[in-house]
């Protein structure tokens, strides 16, 4: 059959994302994969060049997406269809372009960890994730924030005269227009993926990008790249050199062999062909390689511990089998940013496809013997001159323009092609895309003044252009309100505090009040923090209670009568960050007031009962702090390692050993031994802290 893509519905148990938190996410990601890198690591000059460059400040301008819960219904998702006589992709335009599906038809076997739910997490670095498939990450180190979002695609004529489908967006993080195209030439085993980065500003830019595939796992799947040495990250932090394939006392390239989550980095040798392979014990499975920059690549382990198969069940539906990941990456690991000149672009072709290897040699003791095994099968099935091939074929198709849209993504590429008259051939960011999000913008572009009586809601730009309009525009509530988000955004925090203090000034209400919490919490001012988040609660509930306030009255809480309407849904958010910082100033009555005054079915959520037991521990109740874990609960969007559960079980546990008296290093070591997690709670993704 000749190479086709076409529109599908694919139907899936699915836990709705809810709405996007309403707060700005002022604060600093509190990326888990920061590092502590012992002196003698001896990074290579560019990885040490690399580590730390540019990281983010905020997640500005995007918001947290933590809406989701864990009731899952089948829903129908629009899907995408590319396929030829050889191998069907289906992909999700609607959810990150993700690849839900590889499967080959001469075998019937699909060549991914296909995930039969579609389960939010709290992974990505806005919040909602999910596993499975093939995922593309662009922005910054963590799974990106496009993860459940929409892209733009199409169709595209693709090299040999067949059929493309491209997919395309505007990244935030990093303002950078990115595309991917995927091509299935008649006949292949293989998928090609082009992708391309482009840097249109006129400064250098840090760029992240690691295509991640999610592949089954079990007591026999051996993950294989061409390296005798990796960089092994762990949750505890640390960067280190390792042997590849033993490590430890384990051989750590099957999956199962470690007990805590982690990051393999594979040390690839200058030059060599870069690819990486999952094969279960028959010796079958699939292979991915690439063209250079892609150079990177890296296997990521749940493993066989505890908490790694709690994580793997929390992901999906019981009964499903595990997974581990197999990713390429621009840089050795996912710590580093790599820059993109002005102007320059990124661009270079993958391949995934099947992959059959002896499965004497692939599971021998003899490490070399293995790797060759697998670059035997390669080279056979996919020589690296063809590739190269392909990647200058396809390199020419990357400037054609679609010729038939499939599915829209957001209107923020359109908004910045109108601020810079930028042409992007390709990637069209029509004008037609941009919604209520943007409008507001748009005017701004055109006449100088923002046209709001308060905060706009949504996710506004920040970048130093937008700066530049917002100063230039009248003073009011909703400019210096959001010069403030810009402010912070460029790491100009007093200017940013001076600013927020002006949008109170001019009535901006309860928004401003929650970015001064934070800025006073950010730089360690707990007390005064404690004040303003109490002042905005105050606030916000003033709106809350009234739903059906005057203009006037709204415009005193949030500014419009619009964001009133919000106040509701903002008060969870709202008393999610407050409670912790009320707790650190002492203030355990004023957090218990607040979290009374959710409704029942906001304070039923795991979030509030977590916090809820936190209370009534701070307050002197640990026996009633024990019953909230006992009756049982669970965090929907509970973050990648977050310790925040068991540390607050074992708080509980040793409080109700010490009694009245003090909490000694033997109560703690007794509160351990006798009082374990229950399993419920077990999300620790490192090795329990010694005492």
């Given at each position: 059959m000749a190479t086709s893509v076409r529109r599908t519905t694919?139907?899936?148990?699915?836990?709705?994302?809810?709405?996007?938190?309403?707060?700005?996410?002022?604060?600093?990601?509190?990326?888990?994969?920061?590092?502590?890198?012992?002196k003698d690591a001896a990074l290579p000059a560019d990885m040490a060049r690399q580590i730390g460059r540019q990281p983010l400040r905020s997640l500005l301008p995007v918001r947290m997406r933590d809406g989701y819960g864990r009731d899952r219904h089948s829903t129908d998702l629009d899907a995408l269809v590319i396929e030829n006589d050889r191998l069907r992709a289906t992909v999700l335009p609607g959810l990150g372009g993700r690849i839900h599906s590889l499967h080959h038809k001469p075998t019937g076997r699909e060549l991914l960890y296909r995930n039969p739910v579609m389960q939010p997490a709290a992974f990505a670095?806005?919040?909602?994730?999910?596993?499975?498939?093939?995922?593309?990450?662009?922005?910054?180190?963590?799974?990106?924030?496009?993860?459940?979002?929409?892209?733009?695609?199409?169709?595209?004529?693709?090299?040999?005269?067949?059929?493309?489908?491209?997919?395309?967006?505007?990244?935030?993080?990093?303002?950078?227009?990115?595309?991917?195209?995927?091509?299935?030439?008649?006949?292949?085993?293989?998928?090609?993926?082009?992708?391309?980065?482009?840097?249109?500003?006129?400064?250098?830019?840090?760029?992240?990008?690691?295509?991640?595939?999610?592949?089954?796992?079990?007591?026999?799947?051996?993950?294989?790249?061409?390296?005798?040495?990796?960089?092994?990250?762990?949750?505890?932090?640390?960067?280190?050199?390792?042997?590849?394939?033993?490590?430890?006392?384990?051989?750590?390239?099957?999956?199962?062999?470690?007990?805590?989550?982690?990051?393999?980095?594979y040390d690839l040798p200058e030059g060599a062909r870069p690819w990486i392979a999952s094969l279960d014990r028959d010796g079958h499975g699939l292979v991915q390689t690439s063209t250079v920059p892609l150079t990177g690549r890296k296997l990521f382990v749940w493993g066989a511990g505890r908490a790694g198969r709690r994580w793997q069940r929390w992901l999906t539906a019981p009964g499903t089998g595990g997974y581990a990941e197999i990713q390429a990456g621009l840089a050795r690991t996912q710590l580093e940013h790599v820059p993109l000149d002005a102007g320059g672009e990124f661009s270079w072709l993958e391949a995934y496809g099947p992959l059959a290897a002896d499965p004497a040699a692939v599971h021998g003791a003899d490490w070399s013997a293995a790797r060759a095994a697998v670059e035997d099968g390669l080279a056979a099935a996919l020589p690296r001159d063809d590739v190269d091939a392909a990647y200058a074929a396809w390199l020419p198709y990357a400037d054609i323009e679609p010729k038939e849209k499939l599915a829209t993504g957001s209107g923020w590429g359109a908004l910045e092609v109108a601020r810079t008259g930028l042409e992007l051939p390709g990637t069209p960011f029509d004008p037609a895309t941009m919604g209520a999000e943007q409008q507001?913008?748009?005017?701004?572009?055109?006449?100088?003044?923002?046209?709001?009586?308060?905060?706009?809601?949504?996710?506004?730009?920040?970048?130093?252009?937008?700066?530049?309009?917002?100063?230039?525009?009248?003073?009011?509530?909703?400019?210096?309100?959001?010069?403030?988000?810009?402010?912070?955004?460029?790491?100009?925090?007093?200017?940013?505090?001076?600013?927020?203090?002006?949008?109170?000034?001019?009535?901006?209400?309860?928004?401003?009040?929650?970015?001064?919490?934070?800025?006073?919490?950010?730089?360690?001012e707990t007390a005064h923090a404690a004040d303003r988040f109490t002042e905005a609660f105050d606030c916000a509930t003033g709106a809350a209670a009234s739903d059906g306030a005057t203009a006037s009255d709204a415009s005193a809480a949030f500014g419009d009568p619009a964001a009133a309407r919000a106040g509701r849904e903002v008060l969870p958010?709202?008393?999610?960050?407050?409670?912790?910082?009320l707790l650190a100033a002492g203030r355990a009555e004023t957090a218990a007031g607040m979290l009374a005054a959710l409704r029942p079915a906001e304070r039923a959520r795991g979030r509030f009962r977590l916090l809820a037991a936190q209370v009534l521990l701070a307050q002197g109740q640990p026996r009633a702090a024990r019953e909230i874990f006992d009756e049982g609960f669970e965090i929907a969007d509970l973050r990648e390692g977050d310790e925040t559960l068991s540390d607050t079980w074992y708080a509980i546990a040793e409080r109700l050993l010490a009694g009245d008296g003090p909490v000694t290093a033997d109560t703690v070591a007794r509160a351990r031994a006798e009082d374990p997690l229950p399993e419920r709670y077990e999300f620790r993704m490192r090795p329990a802290k010694r005492t």
């Open positions: 694919l139907t899936l148990p699915l836990a709705a994302l809810g709405p996007d938190n309403p707060l700005p996410a002022l604060q600093d990601p509190g990326d888990v994969h920061r590092v502590e890198i012992p670095l806005n919040g909602a994730w999910f596993s499975g498939g093939i995922e593309w990450n662009i922005g910054a180190t963590g799974h990106t924030t496009l993860s459940c979002a929409p892209l733009h695609a199409a169709r595209v004529p693709a090299p040999d005269g067949g059929e493309m489908l491209r997919l395309w967006e505007w990244e935030r993080l990093r303002d950078l227009p990115f595309q991917v195209d995927l091509w299935l030439p008649d006949g292949a085993d293989f998928l090609y993926v082009g992708v391309r980065i482009r840097n249109p500003h006129h400064h250098t830019v840090p760029v992240y990008w690691w295509s991640n595939t999610a592949v089954p796992e079990d007591a026999h799947t051996r993950v294989l790249a061409p390296a005798d040495a990796a960089w092994h990250f762990g949750y505890e932090r640390t960067l280190r050199h390792v042997p590849v394939p033993e490590s430890d006392g384990a051989d750590r390239t099957y999956p199962l062999e470690s007990e805590f989550p982690a990051d393999y980095f507001p913008w748009l005017a701004l572009l055109r006449t100088g003044e923002l046209p709001a009586a308060g905060p706009v809601p949504g996710p506004a730009p920040v970048a130093p252009p937008w700066r530049d309009l917002l100063e230039s525009a009248s003073p009011g509530p909703a400019v210096e309100y959001h010069l403030g988000l810009a402010q912070w955004h460029a790491g100009d925090r007093a200017q940013a505090v001076r600013s927020w203090e002006r949008a109170l000034a001019h009535g901006a209400g309860c928004l401003p009040l929650y970015c001064l919490a934070v800025a006073e919490s950010v730089a360690g958010a709202l008393v999610r960050e407050a409670v912790p910082v």
